[in-house]
């Protein structure tokens, strides 16, 4: 192989930096050429590139987000080409032709379950492609963590431990609503390490009585403020999720958001105690990569490099207990549920008296 591509799609996360670099630097070691494609599937169809050696990926993977752009709408094989219209083309073969005329064999693509369902379709058309999963959400089954994942917890935390010295001032209830889907993982893990008092995750609808009791006994038991990190489609047994806007065009079309805002309401009117919400949002995504991120990011984008160099193509590599694997693209992609019952994680929680709102 004399030239690859690389691409990072979907929503961005910390470390895909260091996969970019990591593709970049061992592929010139081997003496081949590397072009990035610009905003996701967006470059892709639309042809916009840019190459990239040793000097563009200088530093690169101390800096969040992806120097390539990405986004997490476009669908390269149902396009948009006349959205008022409802006109979408399959752009695949021509978007792999015009790669082909610029001498590119192999693609590296880095993204969530969206992107990589379009990276099967590519493979399947006949250019070969390495996947890696990334996601602060940590829900796909190709690897775990997935990229992303530590950072956004140690992002939640850091701005969860800011929370509690105000909440400790004002006597107060404050909700955190936290990212991450239908997947429950980054609220279980930043709002454990964050040291909330409840938790409440997609994977377990909440009783309301139940989560008002517990900040009760709280805040009568002499502590000044109780942390609620909940998930933003976390919702109430017997309720529906709140769903703040519907992206028609995109994979996963729901964007979730409200529950902190409607939750603090409910509480303060039951208990009494002054409850504020506060949206963690995007922030999760933000920011430099931590360690972890940084190392998984490098090792994975020198492992899905050394394939395509090899021939091998038409597999996803992630991790399983820090080691790397690689499985085939499936043709169905299953997200990888947190069970938990099962989850050690979980487990220690209810162990310490952590309420899970049931
Ligand atoms: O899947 C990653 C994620 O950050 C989710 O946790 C979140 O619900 C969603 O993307 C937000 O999407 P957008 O960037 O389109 O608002």
Redesign the pocket.
């Known amino acids: 192989m004399k030239k690859i591509a690389i691409m990072t799609a979907?929503?961005d996360?910390a470390g895909l930096n260091s996969v970019i670099k990591s593709v970049v630097m061992s592929a010139m070691n081997k003496g081949i050429k590397v072009v990035g494609i610009l905003d996701g599937y967006i470059g892709f169809v639309e042809g916009k590139y840019m190459n990239l050696d040793k000097h563009s990926v200088y530093n690169i993977e101390t800096e969040g987000g992806t120097i390539l752009g990405s986004s997490?709408k476009e669908c390269p094989f149902h396009y948009p080409v006349d959205v008022k219209n409802g006109k979408y083309e399959d752009k695949v073969p021509s978007s792999i032709e015009a790669l082909r005329k610029i001498g590119v064999e192999g693609m590296i693509i880095v993204g969530?379950d969206g992107t990589l369902d379009s990276a099967r379709v590519i493979n399947e058309a006949g250019m070969p492609v390495i996947g890696i999963p990334k996601?602060?959400?940590n829900d796909m089954s190709g690897s775990n963590p997935t990229i992303g994942f530590e950072t956004a917890v140690e992002n939640a935390v850091e701005a969860i431990r800011k929370l509690k010295t105000t909440a400790f001032s004002h006597r107060r209830v404050m909700v955190v609503e936290m990212?991450?889907?239908t997947s429950g993982y980054?609220t279980l893990y930043g709002g454990f390490a964050s040291g909330a008092d409840i938790i409440l995750l997609p994977e377990q609808d909440y009783n309301l009585e139940v989560v008002c009791n517990k900040v009760n006994e709280i805040m009568k038991s002499g502590k000044r403020y109780v942390i609620i990190a909940a998930s933003?489609a976390c919702k109430e047994q017997g309720k529906s999720e709140t769903v703040a806007r519907v992206?028609e065009d995109?994979f996963?079309q729901k964007?979730?958001g409200g529950i902190a805002e409607k939750l603090s309401r409910q509480i303060e009117e039951i208990t009494g105690y002054e409850t504020r919400p506060m949206v963690l949002g995007?922030l999760?995504?933000g920011g430099e990569p931590c360690v972890a991120d940084i190392l998984l990011g490098a090792r994975l984008g020198d492992y899905a490099l050394n394939l395509l160099s090899d021939d091998r193509s038409g597999y996803i590599v992630g991790a399983h207990e820090n080691v790397l694997i690689k499985t085939r693209f499936p043709k169905i992609r299953e997200p990888r549920i947190l069970d938990i019952e099962d989850n050690d994680i979980a487990r220690t929680a209810r162990d310490m008296g952590i309420c899970f709102g049931v």
Do not use: A, K, P, V
Request: aromatic share 4%; glycine share 20%.
């Open positions: 979907g929503g996360c997490n969530g996601t602060i959400d990212m991450g889907r980054l933003e992206l995109s996963e964007r979730y995007h999760q995504r």
